[in-house]
Each structure stands twice: as structure tokens, then as C-alpha cells.
């Protein structure tokens, strides 16, 4: 009957600070014990995994993926934006399902704001990526009223301090860069990613049986790509929305873009920031921040103004509608 209580509080009220720490720490690494979990936020394992359980049952807890560094890989990663027109319910989910199921693809995303859909593709050959635009053409350039290209050349991740009402004392946890020097992995190794990338918290004993290894084996590579920095990070999924924040992109174009990485020192204290992009072919930076209204984005593009005066040429930003596949880890491998 208690816990029954609970889940009706839950349910009414939201989480309380212990869940946002817990959540907190999920996405600084997916793979913790729930004992190690239990110790950061101060809680006994078995409140800990209740409340993950709940938090999950609510679908505040989506999923734990795997954060791998393509670039390692020998991977680029071209993305368009496509903005379109002519369209129906039925077209536009025929147009993302063919994006979903492509096996290039590895993030699809709907937004709204200046453009409708986001794909980021992975490959190892810039030719392959002509092919699969007059095949994008051939079937749905007429539904298109706008296509643009940028290549992805460097990702900084952040840590969701929000969710701990705490000013950020330090910066990215997670950095990806395309200049980096190429690891050559084994074909189990990359078994074992395919295994990671949609499930950060699969079992080495499940891994180890599926692959018929020993756990020993399962545990030494996943450390051994750690090291390498092929696997960069453990994170978890969370739906924002039911914390009440959105997910909202700023692409910025500046008057001086030497300023550029003055202004990345400045924001990167900002505790709703969540990533930073550097991209070729459309804007200068782009910020992606979890707030909860549109006046909080141009609040903070006010505040880099104000710090850096007539920096910022012009902006734009889009917010998620929906996320149809996230990855870091293409079909192709």
C-alpha cells in the first residue's frame, strides 16, 4: 500500500532531486553498479534501482547508448537538412522511414523551426555519399523545398548540470574530433560495439555467450577501446519533456569568427548547455541547450552579445519534434 502511495505522488508531482541526481549520473556513465550509484546520491541500491525502475515505467529513462568516436574509425560524417513541401502524414513517414532504415544513417531527427529533418550519415567514402544523394533525389527531391550539406568536424558534450541546479566548474566530458589518428579494431571488437551502441548496459556475460567468448575477453576489449578512445562514453537516453525542458539547437553565423572560441570558454559554464557542434557549410557554432521556453535561448544569446558586442551576425535556432533513430555506430560496420 505504501509503495502504491509513492507511485501516485510520483505520478502527480514529478521527481524529486535525488531522481535528477540519479538521472545526473546514469548519463555520466550508463554502466554504473547500483551500488556505486547508491553512493553518489547517497541512497540505499535498492531505492536506487526503485527509482530507476519507476523513472523507466514513466518513460523519463529511454534508453543507454554507447558514445563511439567514428572518426576513429576512419568514418566522416556528412548531414543534411531538408525543409519540406507537398507533403502529407503519409509522405513525410515514408520519407523517414526510408532515412530510419538506411544503413548509413546513424541519428534521424524531426524539428521545428527553419528546416523539418535533420539525417547524419556515417562514411568511410566521401564517393558513396553522391551515390546516396541522387538515390535521396530520385525518390523524394520533388518533396524538398530546401536540401543543405554540412560535414560534422568536432563534438563536445556536456554533462546535464541543470538537473542538479549546479553552476558547471568544469567543461566538456566527452570530446569528438575528426583530426584524430585512426584504431584498426578486430571483427570481434566490432561485435562488441554493434552490441554496445544501442544498449550500453547489455551484460558481459550475455555478450560473452552471444559471441562465445569468455567475459574475461568481453571485458578486456571494451577497456582496450576505452583506452583508445574509440569508445568515448556510456550516456542515457532521457525524455526532457517530462522533466519539463525541450531540446533546442542554436546555429549561430558571427561577424568576427575569431571570437569563436572566446565565446565557447564563455558558455561552456552555462549548466543547460549540452553540446557543442563545429560544422562546415552552414553556421559558425552551433549550441545545443535542454531549457524550458524559447525566451531562455534568446536570453542566453543575449548574454553572449552583451559579453561580446556585434560578435553574433544573425542566429537561428530549431527545437526536437521527434527523435526516429540515435546511434553512434552506422549499419555499415
Same mark, same amino acid.
Given at each position: ?9 510520483? $505520478? ?9 541526481? =540519479? ?14 550509484? &547508491?553512493?553518489?546520491? &547517497? ?19 529511454? $534508453? ?10 576512419? @568514418?566522416?560524417?556528412?548531414?543534411? *537538412?531538408?525543409?519540406? #513541401? ?5 509522405? #513525410? ?7 530510419v532504415n538506411n544503413k ?26 553522391? @551515390? ?7 525518390? /523524394? ?5 530546401? #536540401? ?5 568536424? +568536432?563534438?563536445?558534450? /556536456? ?17 569528438? %574530433?575528426? +583530426? ?52 568515448? &562514453?556510456? %550516456? ?15 546555429y549561430i553565423l558571427l %561577424?568576427? /569568427?575569431?571570437? %569563436? ?10 549548466? *543547460?548547455? =549540452?553540446?557543442i557542434d563545429t560544422t ?21 544569446? #543575449? ?13 537561428? *535556432?530549431? $527545437? ?14
Open positions: 500500500m505504501f509503495l502504491i502511495c509513492i507511485d501516485i505522488y510520483y $505520478s502527480v508531482k514529478g521527481i524529486d532531486k535525488k531522481d535528477k541526481k =540519479i538521472l545526473y549520473e546514469l548519463d555520466q556513465n550508463s554502466r554504473h553498479s547500483l551500488a556505486n550509484l &547508491g553512493k553518489k546520491v &547517497g541512497l540505499a541500491k535498492s531505492i536506487v534501482a526503485y527509482r530507476i525502475k519507476r523513472m523507466t515505467n514513466m518513460g523519463i529513462i529511454k $534508453s543507454y547508448y554507447t558514445v563511439v568516436d567514428l572518426y576513429k574509425l576512419g @568514418f566522416i560524417a556528412p548531414r543534411f *537538412h531538408f525543409v519540406y #513541401q507537398y507533403v502529407n502524414p503519409e509522405i #513525410q513517414n515514408e520519407i523517414i522511414n526510408y532515412f548509413y544513417t546513424f541519428i534521424v531527427v524531426s524539428t521545428y523551426g527553419p528546416f523539418d529533418l535533420s539525417v547524419l550519415f556515417g562514411l568511410r567514402d566521401i564517393r558513396k555519399m553522391f @551515390f546516396i544523394w541522387q538515390e535521396i533525389q530520385n525518390k /523524394f527531391g520533388h518533396y524538398f523545398e530546401k #536540401q543543405s550539406l554540412a560535414f560534422y568536424l +568536432n563534438e563536445m558534450h /556536456f554533462p546535464p548540470s541543470y538537473l542538479i541546479e549546479e553552476k558547471r566548474t568544469y567543461k566538456k566530458t566527452i570530446e569528438i %574530433r575528426s +583530426n584524430t589518428e585512426y584504431i584498426n579494431l578486430d571483427p570481434l571488437e566490432y561485435k562488441i560495439l554493434h552490441a554496445l551502441s544501442p544498449n550500453a548496459q547489455i551484460k558481459l556475460t550475455y555478450l560473452a555467450n552471444s559471441l562465445n567468448v569468455s567475459s574475461r575477453q568481453i571485458g578486456y576489449r571494451i577497456k582496450k577501446m576505452k583506452e583508445n578512445r574509440v569508445i568515448e &562514453g556510456f %550516456r542515457t537516453e532521457i525524455d526532457i519533456s517530462k522533466l519539463g525542458y525541450q531540446d533546442y539547437k542554436v %561577424r568576427k /569568427f575569431n571570437l %569563436r572560441n572566446h565565446i565557447i570558454d564563455f558558455i561552456s559554464s552555462n549548466p *543547460h548547455l =549540452i553540446n562546415t557549410g552552414e553556421s559558425h557554432l552551433e549550441l545545443e541547450f535542454h531549457v524550458k521556453n524559447t525566451n531562455q535561448i534568446h536570453e542566453i544569446i #543575449q548574454e553572449i552579445s552583451e559579453h561580446f558586442p556585434k560578435a553574433i551576425r544573425n542566429y537561428y *535556432h530549431v $527545437s526536437v519534434k521527434k527523435v526516429h533513430k540515435w546511434l553512434y555506430l552506422p549499419q555499415t560496420l
